[in-house]
């Protein structure tokens, strides 16, 4: 179970962001087809969210399952493989599931509240029948949207998962990893967000680098799947796999950063199936 940890460690310098995005592509080398396997099957949850009833049920426990992919990390830095179980592990854990579920509602109340105050005005990005259009993925509908309504949807956008990983950032590894109530999880995420700035601003560019090839393969990968065929669908799941890859690293990032910052106490031994089977 969760453990209670230390206190956040003085300011760490420009260098350690450096460090913690090398420390996470050693922890993505040690288990890379489990832990893309695990991202995998959240992403397949994730895609239920167009569901009615379920979708928001989904969509409130991304904390929760946010905190099963970093519990993965944590498995894998002990040198132990993560099974697929470890991603709902949180979801039946009592107390915790409650917390982030909550910082859940948090998080997307906030989000949606922050869009709305964006798009306040503008009349065609408020057209619901335009905006059911946009959650279901008509790339149509975004290319009917004239220049100014576009930057504000991708300004509104940005600016909202900004204030949500913000909120969440350090809040579901304290919640999960440190027993901590939302509240206290919420002051004490953000205000070592502030602390270590430095080492974040240089992860954000070591990021950055990383992210620029990724974006030129996707695209020559998108293109060559326009053939269609057999090479198309063989071409999207080299697509999938480099994007969810780049996903699991900045979970790694997160996880590694958390772990200098605050530390990760000793934890009991998982159940025999968290450690010799992929799929409970």
Known sequence: MPNEMNQPSPARTFSQGISWLA?????????PAR?????????VILGLTQLPLIGMLIIVSVPALSAGVLE????????????LNLLFRPLTSGTHTGRLFLLGLLVFAVGIISISLMLSGNEQLLDPEMVSRIEQGDMNAITELDQ?????????????????????????????????????GLVEGIKALVIHWRPFLMLALGLFVICIPVIL?????????????????????CVMILLLAFQMLLFATEYCAFRDIF????????????????VA
């Open 23 to 31: 420390q996470s592509l050693a922890l993505m080398r040690m288990q």
């Open 35 to 43: 832990l893309l396997l695990i991202a995998v099957f959240m992403q």
């Open 72 to 83: 993965a990390f944590d498995v894998t830095s002990r040198g132990r493989p993560p099974g």
């Open 148 to 184: 100014d309504s576009l930057s504000k949807m991708v300004v509104a956008f940005l600016v909202g998962i900004s204030i949500s990983g913000t909120l969440s950032y350090f809040t579901i590894p304290l919640i999960w990893f440190g027993n901590r109530r939302l509240g206290s």
């Open 217 to 237: 393969v996707t695209g020559v990968l998108v293109r060559l799947a326009g053939s269609g065929g057999v090479l198309s669908v063989v071409v999207m799941g």
């Open 263 to 278: 530390g990760v106490g000793e934890r009991g031994e998982p159940p025999p199936e968290a450690e010799d089977q992929l």
